[in-house]
């Protein structure tokens, strides 16, 4: 079956980085996608990798190693406003997308 | 970024009665739309893809008697709820993308709360 791996919740101070882990394993693999989510609330495109390396945007970055089937998001000086889920996905052969069950990040004072 | 505009933002419905969740993609055209439904603390499940101009297909578990969905142009799907039971009550997403290439981000509607009551 396709599975996609993600820690349930992380905490984190404000002003620090914090690093989320994704592992997948689907039937094919047409990019990775990560979403951030507030509550309540549809989510927004962070960013995507379909190839392996790093790709910085601003204060995020998400890695992405296809051989592992790994990647992670990374968030730089973390702000209070970026307390959410972060989700991960991935499209798989039909290009469907398959959803992780997300990461609640808590950002502290 | 591409808009995916969906309506209503929330609703409350007694038991018994349809509700009706529409999804527009504003400026682009969308031949396939997909639904999910998300419960609290839950990840998205996609419910089923709506395809313009023929039937949608729907996941494995979702009844496609209760969920019904219509694609009636490239750029507007809508889901009823019919015979809504609390047990319906979710938040109910939408998706679209502008083309269907590896690298193409889906966009999402606000979402629909619903509560049955």
């Known amino acids: 079956g396709q599975n996609i791996d993600q820690p349930t919740e992380m905490t984190a101070t404000e002003g620090a980085i914090v690093q989320i882990n994704c592992t997948y394993q689907?039937?094919?693999?047409?990019?990775l996608f990560w979403y951030q989510q507030h509550a309540g609330e549809a989510p927004t495109f962070l960013s995507y990798?379909?190839l392996d390396g790093l790709e910085e945007k601003g204060r995020f970055s998400s890695f992405l190693s296809r051989s592992k089937g790994y990647s992670y998001l990374l968030l730089k000086e973390l702000q209070m406003k970026d307390s959410a889920s972060y989700l991960c996905?991935?499209?798989?052969?039909?290009?469907?997308?398959?959803w992780g069950a997300g990461t609640k990040l808590i950002i502290k004072p | 970024g591409a808009v995916v505009s969906q309506h209503p933002s929330w609703v409350i419905c007694k038991s018994g009665t349809s509700v009706k969740i529409e999804c527009r993609s504003l400026?682009?055209?969308?031949?396939?739309m997909f639904w999910y439904r998300q419960f609290p603390k839950q990840s998205l499940m996609l419910m089923a893809t709506?395809?313009?101009?023929?039937?949608?297909?729907?996941e494995q578990g979702v009844e496609k008697d209760k969920f019904l969905i219509n694609h009636a142009s490239l750029t507007l799907s809508t889901l009823t709820v019919t015979s809504a039971h609390p047990e319906d009550s979710s938040f109910y997403i939408c998706?679209?993308?502008?083309?269907?290439?590896?690298?193409?981000?889906?966009?999402f509607g606000q979402g629909t709360r619903l509560t049955v009551v």
């Open positions: 990798n379909v």
């Open positions: 400026d682009f055209q969308a031949t396939t």
């Open positions: 996905a991935v499209k798989d052969s039909n290009y469907q997308l398959i």
């Open positions: 709506s395809n313009e101009g023929s039937k949608a297909t729907y």
């Open positions: 998706s679209a993308s502008p083309g269907t290439g590896e690298n193409t981000e889906a966009f």
């Open positions: 689907t039937s094919g693999f047409n990019g």
